[in-house]
């Protein structure tokens, strides 16, 4: 969720392509109620700025590629409490979606200069390049990619001075819990940078209880 530039219209979602029959690997640390914390770089070309920014995942169902979840951005300049917004993400199975996003304003082009950024894609490449990554086994890779979209702000209006008219591209460790993610938006400084790392507190961990989702 960065700084607004300009607005622009939400572009036309494209379901994602169904194709072969694998699935990412079960993981405890990607499951409902597990939540994570670090921070956002939203440096610009002016300054250098980062965010704290917690994630909780609502909702998860390896079977269709989906989950859900919230994001909390604190000590964001512009704001007088936290900004907290829903998101669903898209889990790169190969079944129900491939590496190349298809929508939201994301080229084949600029689908690789994102997932390039992780080394844990580097070995995927050359196969991704020849059909996406449709052919691909990922059930036993030790890492899961994925899309998150913010859907809605949860408790500040949209004239807040931040847009979610982007996307994250994601990588999550299974070995660790760790995500690292890169924000795309046309109108939005490049490759701002998301880190978090498992807080293992699961559903006893903090709770968005005090906000009404819609």
Same mark, same amino acid.
């Given at each position: 969720?960065?700084?607004?530039? +300009? $607005?622009?219209?939400?572009?036309?979602?494209?379901?994602?392509?169904?194709?072969?029959?694998?699935?990412?690997?079960?993981?405890?640390?990607?499951?409902? *109620?597990?939540?994570?914390?670090?921070?956002?770089?939203?440096s610009s070309l002016q300054k250098e700025e980062a965010w704290r920014v917690n994630v909780r995942i609502q909702g998860c169902d390896l $079977?269709? /590629?989906?989950?859900? =979840?919230?994001?909390?951005?604190?000590?964001? @300049?512009?704001?007088?409490?936290?900004?907290?917004?829903?998101?669903? *993400? $898209?889990?790169?199975? +190969?079944?129900?979606?491939?590496?190349?996003? /298809?929508?939201?304003?994301?080229?084949?082009?600029?689908?690789?200069?994102?997932? +390039?950024?992780?080394?844990?894609?580097?070995?995927?490449?050359?196969?991704? $390049?020849?059909?996406?990554?449709?052919?691909?086994?990922?059930?036993?890779?030790?890492?899961?990619?994925?899309?998150?979209?913010?859907?809605?702000?949860?408790?500040?209006?949209?004239?807040?001075?931040?847009?979610?008219?982007?996307?994250?591209?994601?990588?999550?460790?299974? #070995?660790?819990?760790?995500?690292?993610?890169?924000?795309?938006? @046309?109108?939005?400084?490049?490759?701002?940078?998301?880190?978090?790392? #498992? +807080?293992?507190?699961?559903?006893? =961990?903090?709770?968005?209880?005090?906000?009404?989702?819609?």
């Amino acid at each position: 969720m960065p700084v607004r530039v +300009t $607005e622009s219209s939400t572009p036309s979602q494209v379901s994602g392509t169904n194709s072969g029959d694998t699935s990412p690997p079960a993981c405890t640390l990607l499951s409902v *109620g597990q939540t994570f914390s670090g921070t956002q770089n939203v440096s610009s070309l002016q300054k250098e700025e980062a965010w704290r920014v917690n994630v909780r995942i609502q909702g998860c169902d390896l $079977e269709y /590629g989906y989950l859900c =979840g919230t994001m909390e951005a604190l000590n964001v @300049p512009m704001a007088d409490t936290p900004v907290v917004t829903f998101w669903e *993400g $898209e889990i790169v199975d +190969t079944k129900n979606y491939t590496f190349y996003t /298809g929508k939201w304003e994301a080229s084949p082009e600029d689908d690789k200069r994102h997932w +390039t950024k992780f080394p844990s894609f580097s070995p995927l490449l050359s196969q991704v $390049e020849v059909d996406g990554g449709k052919s691909l086994d990922l059930s036993n890779y030790p890492y899961i990619f994925m899309r998150w979209k913010e859907q809605y702000f949860v408790n500040v209006g949209t004239d807040c001075g931040l847009t979610i008219a982007g996307f994250y591209y994601v990588c999550f460790s299974c #070995s660790d819990g760790s995500i690292s993610g890169f924000y795309y938006d @046309p109108n939005s400084s490049p490759f701002q940078k998301l880190e978090l790392k #498992s +807080t293992n507190e699961g559903r006893s =961990g903090y709770s968005f209880s005090s906000y009404e989702l819609q």
